[in-house]
């Protein structure tokens, strides 16, 4: 993987240091790019702190193109467009997820208004979000792929960013771009990485090594491997039931692969 400076769009350095503490029991869980199962993985390991007994909400970070309510089979007459057009505020719009055992805030799809919210409000909806997480243990933030202004912002609210990738190329050197401008913008933010539809553990362990020497190489920096989660076909069916896979196959590998990680992350707390 070579080191490459062009299309990083970085970010104004005014995005940089408002002043916002970091919620130490937030985890902001985001991705390079789509399809490497980062939605899936948010509410699999939601649930899964859930089991271990820990107040949880799952915030739809993805601002525009949403679909945590859809993969949970929810229907939800607020969401986050009614937090920012002003008519509800954020604790008003928690939805109580009776099959996971979570809270879920639940994004808007189509709505390019969300997706480009000035520098302010989003540090407004950070800030509010931030009082909210005083009442849970834990609060994972589904961010959107990528590296836009929204995820740039809310990414840096949490104390730490898990990083979901895949083998793919395309997956690894977007997950290195997105980690390069976090690190850079975001210092404090403790990054780690999932490596998510593996063939094996041992290939996982192998796509690691691959996006760790690069962030060594180029970064000065070493992501700690959180976990593995292996390539399992009732991830999808789950999806297609708009069943959490911990419901409806609680002993799949996937499943002990995220709950394996969720044990991983509240023993490092």
């Not at 959107?144 to 898990?162: D, F, H, P, T």
Request: one cysteine or more; a positive charge; charged letters at 25%.
């Amino acid at each position: 993987m070579e080191e490459n400076n062009e299309n990083l769009n970085l970010a104004p350095r005014k995005e940089l240091h408002r002043a916002t503490k970091k919620g130490k029991n937030m985890i902001a869980v985001a991705s390079g790019k789509g399809g490497v199962g980062k939605t899936w993985f948010s509410i699999t390991l939601a649930q899964a702190f859930s089991l271990y007994k820990k107040k949880t909400l799952l915030f739809d970070g993805d601002l525009g193109l949403a679909n945590v309510d859809i993969q949970l089979g929810l229907m939800v007459e607020n969401d986050i467009g009614s937090v920012v057009a002003g008519e509800k505020t954020l604790n008003q719009v928690v939805y109580s997820c009776d099959k996971a055992k979570i809270d879920v805030i639940a994004g808007r799809s189509g709505s390019a208004g969300l997706a480009s919210m000035p520098v302010g409000r989003l540090q407004i909806l950070a800030e509010d979000l931030a009082l909210l997480a005083t009442s849970y243990d834990k609060i994972i933030l589904d961010m959107g792929a990528g590296v836009e202004k929204s995820v740039r912002i809310l990414s840096g609210m949490a104390e730490q960013v898990i990083v979901v990738c895949t083998d793919e190329p395309t997956s690894l050197t977007d997950g290195y771009a997105f980690i390069k401008i976090m690190t850079m913008q975001y210092p404090k933010t403790k990054i780690n990485i999932v490596i998510n539809q593996a063939n094996s553990l041992r290939e996982g362990q192998r796509t690691y090594e691959t996006l760790l020497n690069a962030c060594k190489n180029f970064l000065k920096i070493s992501p700690s491997l959180l976990g593995v989660i292996r390539r399992d076909t009732r991830v999808r069916d789950s999806i297609r039931n708009q069943t959490p896979i911990i419901n409806r196959y609680p002993t799949s590998e996937a499943t002990e692969d995220v709950m394996a990680i969720a044990k991983r992350l509240l023993e490092n707390d």
